[in-house]
């Protein structure tokens, strides 16, 4: 049985606690990770208390050559990054490509340190006195990471993260741990010295551990929204900065004048790629009116059925496996809830088994219309390859849905109207909004968050945000006396009066 280790400097001790890792196409355990716990995070935080000083005063420059070096690393490993990525998680290669793809970008931000680093100045701010600002790394940050984003999640941390000066420790999920063990090897491999990036596997144990070490100074959260609201709370209670995402159910409006084509094309892409396991699918489409709803409907159908599934390495598969047997068995019972809640399963994806791979943990498509706000399937996220329609009266009554919902990720709305959109967009209590994008996640010179219980804490992920998260922002006033002195009454507070 493969091992997977943790990525510390020095021995790690023999686990006593294991997790078992899936190939999702196949339904094997294909590999075990050790979990590791208090002690050896220990470990993990000596070396990167040793390590991060230095590489804070390596100027950045150099630092960005290292992110450069990396950059080409991963794009020349790109193809088994993907390949092993998408045996743990199930997503399909060109999918895993993509996860790749979108945390180097965050990588390729991170080149430009130097650039977004500088700080501001303002000469003659007072008479003789200037003053200026400076962002200074934290020390040593930590990221906890989901299983759906294994390689793009961990990057938007810690390449902002170390760029900025500090040294990371990523806690990576337990159920696809290699592909994050991978990047750190190529991290050193860039000429990042070791232990400037560390990967401590674990579970809840290795979770409150870091939470509770004072010698951590920042976390960064992505996961399912109960988590992190308890990772919030308990790192602030520590006295940390926390960044905290969570859960999503993003809606897809679809207004009267929409090209239905198009919809029905960015909708069976972003509500079942990635077999619906993403914060930024679209598993609630919003039709504008019962006459939308049953044109929409009617296109809906026989493209869900031209859906191909397949084992992750299927080139011509839509999509793969969910990720493992006891989610398999959640999203059924998401779809098994809504039938009861009174919901139309129009396609029904319960009990699918792949020909040849009848141990995979696949869920085929599925359709489910009627759905109503009241609905715990509605309110609840699902996290498979399940589509719900909720049947809209009036654009107000779509602003509402996405406006009240418990979470606010992302949402798109799909119009050739110019006013409509620009509504939408100031008005919606959603995060991100795509505007005849289904997707709409930010590039990474922007910044990625989203609301209510999708993103605890304020500041948000990578761009301009992530630096300011990994940073604390230094104000230097200065004055250099001419030697005539200044003689004015020191007991009153300074003014520029
Ligand atoms: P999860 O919450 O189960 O796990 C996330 C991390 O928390 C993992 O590293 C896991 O080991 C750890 N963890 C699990 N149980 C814990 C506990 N009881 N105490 C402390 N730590 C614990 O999430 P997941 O299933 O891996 O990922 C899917 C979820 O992540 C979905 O809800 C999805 O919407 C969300 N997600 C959100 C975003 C976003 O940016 N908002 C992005 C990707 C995924």
Known sequence: MRQIDHFIVGDSPAPTRKH????????????????????????????????????????????????????????????????????????????????????????????????????????????????????????????????????????????????????????????????????????????????????????????????????????????????????????????????????????????????????????????????????????????????????????????IHGLKIGVSSDPDAHYGPVVTPEHKARVEGWIDTAEKEGAEIVIDGRGFTLQGHEDGFFVGPTLIDHVTPKMDSYQEEIFGPVLQIVRANDFEDAVRLPSDHQYGNGVAIFTRNGHAAREFASRVNVGMVGINVPIPVPVSYHSFGGWKRSGFGDIDQYGTEGLKFWTKLKKVTQRWPDGGGDRSNAFVIPTMG
């Not at 100074?217 to 940390?240: E, M, N, P, T």
């Open 20 to 303: 078992q890792v899936w190939n999702p196409s196949t339904g094997e355990v294909q590999a075990e990770v050790g979990l590791g716990d208090a002690a050896l995070l220990e470990q993990a935080i000596a070396t990167a208390q040793k390590v991060q000083p230095e590489w804070a005063a390596t100027n950045p420059q150099k630092r960005a050559r290292v992110m450069f070096k990396f950059k080409e690393l991963i794009e020349a490993n790109m193809q088994s990054l993907a390949e092993l990525l998408s045996s743990e998680h199930g997503k399909v290669i060109d999918d895993a490509k993509g996860d790749v793809q979108r945390g180097l970008e965050v990588i390729e931000y991170a080149c430009g340190i130097p650039q977004v680093l500088k700080g501001e100045y303002t000469q003659g701010a007072g008479p003789g006195i200037d003053v200026y600002s400076m962002r200074q790394p934290l020390g040593i940050g930590a990221g906890i990471t989901p299983f759906n984003f294994p390689a793009m999640i961990p990057m938007w941390m810690f390449g902002m993260a170390i760029a900025a000066g500090n040294a990371f420790i990523l806690k990576p999920s337990e159920r696809d741990p290699s592909v994050p063990v991978r990047l750190a090897e190529l991290f050193v491999e860039a000429g990042a010295p070791e232990g400037l990036l560390q990967v401590v596997h674990g579970d809840k144990e290795m979770v409150d551990a870091i939470l509770d070490h004072p010698a951590i100074s920042a976390v960064s959260f992505v996961g399912s929204s109960d988590i992190a609201h308890y990772v919030y709370k308990r790192g602030v209670a520590a006295g940390k900065r926390v960044q905290a995402m969570g859960g999503a159910k993003n809606h897809g409006i679809v207004m009267p004048d929409a090209d239905l084509d198009q919809v029905v094309n960015d909708l069976a892409g972003a509500a079942f790629g990635s077999a619906g396991e993403r914060c930024m699918a679209l598993p609630v489409v919003v039709p504008v009116g019962e006459d939308t709803a049953e044109r929409l409907k009617e296109k809906l159908i026989p493209a």
